[in-house]
């Protein structure tokens, strides 16, 4: 299968929230992997969501406006929207000041 990633993913196992809208609805997700450029969400059912959200995974203290790239059965592809800060997914930054906090536990 050919992989048409532009950046690497890492794993995660992150509880997040999608958002619409205007905040009035709702869900929760998995964010299972994620990259400077998107991430692989767990969902229940990927047709109720619009194409365009806010994810917001608080673990990373991220609120990321993103839209869909792809559906499956219980997943979505997400993309970051452009001009948000790359930062927010720095799992390497978020790794070490966990760890500095002494909570040592994988993101």
Do not use: Q
């Amino acid at each position: 299968m050919l992989d048409n990633r532009r950046s690497g993913r890492s794993p995660t196992r992150l509880r997040g929230r999608i958002s619409y809208n205007n905040g009035l609805w709702g869900e929760e997700c998995l964010v299972r992997d994620v990259s400077r450029g998107g991430a692989l969400l767990k969902v229940t059912d990927p047709r109720t969501l619009p194409d365009r959200f806010m994810l917001t995974i608080e673990k990373l203290d991220a609120d990321r406006p993103v839209y869909v790239r792809w559906r499956a059965h219980d997943a979505l592809g997400v993309a970051f929207e452009t001009g948000a800060p790359a930062e927010v997914i720095d799992l390497v930054a978020v790794r070490s000041r966990l760890t500095r906090k002494g909570l040592g536990r994988r993101v």
